[in-house]
């Protein structure tokens, strides 16, 4: 997809949006608060800093880091080292943003994805584990990624050594579908000794390489646990292969939890080190499972067809007297709890004004309000 193929309006607007990115200080949550407030990124940008400093968690000092900001060149490198890449932007305005990742707490803005998303994605089960993996360990993430792929499976994970880079070459010796969410920006594949499997990745059209971080960017300690969310957050659920008791494959199980999705383990030997996964079963965090099949059984009432996108919002009648805004949040809203942040992004309302409407719709039983200002259809 050719990012100059917009029209200039939408180009200025991801322009600005990647801009916004690069502000100091300007995560994925400040940057959704803001986008809700004022409705695009471009209107960020325009607003002066008082303005700014009113929208809920930004504060004086975030504010006045926009104002200053300069960022427009930027943008302007990564908008032409994304074409040159071949590298798409994929906004939370976009339709090809995976749905299921837009539910979770904390969606990034914004992804830069190599190769293509597609609706058939919706069926992923992310494959995680320890970078330190035993043989057994490499088999049978190998062995599951190669029966998910086969079985229609988008299979997800972070391209490290050991469980990750096991699971996407099982996927793609099934000649099925994976998913490689980076640590790092696209054009910097971690490990570079994985560079093959991602050129497989993309040069058989298998999947993609995706990061909310810019282009250009080092791997780094830092940045893996906001990547975990991401893998977690593409998926039905989660399998940990093997884990140790400390790691990253434990953080993206808890982060699957916290999005409300299944989770599985494979059991290791009382003898091995990586206890992580029994320590996950024995605390009932996750599903003791010995196979793809297994897993393929137990998603079955909530996977989504071959070939189906995942699901979106039923429809459903509305009473007639509601209010343009009224509907315009029921349309942001679905079944599963979204932050009122993206809410407020999805219907164009700053969240003064949402909350006003979402309280009136709560009381009139069409919406519910769940912990930490997340709000859902009733």
């Known amino acids: 997809m050719n990012l100059f193929a917009h029209s200039p309006s939408e180009l200025d607007e991801r322009r600005a949006l990647v801009a916004l990115g690069a502000v100091p200080g300007v995560g994925s949550g400040r940057a959704r ?35 200053k900001a300069d960022p427009w060149d930027h943008a302007d490198r990564q908008l032409q080292r994304a074409e040159s890449l071949g590298a798409t932007l994929l906004t939370l305005a976009d339709d090809a943003y995976p749905e299921r990742l837009r539910h979770i707490y904390d969606p990034p803005p914004f992804l830069w994805v190599r190769g293509e998303i597609r609706p058939e994605d919706a069926r992923a089960v992310a494959v995680v584990g320890t970078r330190k993996a035993s043989d057994g360990g490499r088999r049978a993430a190998r062995q599951v990624g190669r029966e998910l792929a086969e079985a229609g499976v988008t299979v997800v994970s972070g391209l490290a050594y050991g469980i990750d880079i096991e699971a996407h070459r099982g996927a793609l010796e099934a000649g099925g579908r994976t998913i490689a969410v980076l640590g790092s920006g696209v054009d910097r594949i971690y490990p570079s000794r994985h560079a093959r499997e991602v050129s497989r990745i993309l040069e058989s059209e298998s999947g993609a390489v995706v990061s909310e971080l810019a282009l250009g960017t080092a791997p780094d300690a830092g940045n893996f646990p906001r990547r975990n969310r991401i893998i977690a957050g593409l998926s039905v659920a989660t399998l940990v292969a093997e884990a140790r008791i400390s790691g990253g494959a434990l953080l993206t199980a808890m982060m699957a939890l916290e999005q409300n999705r299944e989770v599985f383990a494979f059991p290791t030997s009382i003898y091995a080190e990586a206890q992580g996964t029994n320590a996950l079963i024995r605390r009932g965090f996750a599903a003791l499972t010995t196979s793809a099949a297994e897993i393929l059984d137990e998603l079955a009432p909530i996977l989504p067809a071959a070939g189906s996108p995942a699901s979106a919002p039923p429809a459903v009648d509305l009473p007639d007297d509601l209010s ?36 009136q719709l709560e009381f009139r039983g069409l919406v519910r309000q769940l912990a930490g200002k997340q709000f859902a259809r009733a």
């Open 324 to 359: 343009r805004d009224e509907r315009r949040l029921l349309d942001a809203l679905a079944p599963d709890p979204r932050p009122l942040d993206l809410v407020c992004a999805h219907a164009g309302l700053d969240p003064s004004t949402a909350l006003v409407y979402l309280l």
């Open 33 to 67: 608060a803001l986008l809700a407030a004022f409705g695009s990124a471009s209107e960020v940008f325009a607003a002066p800093a008082g303005r700014l400093a009113r929208v809920d968690g930004i504060g004086r000092a975030t504010a006045q880091a926009i104002a």
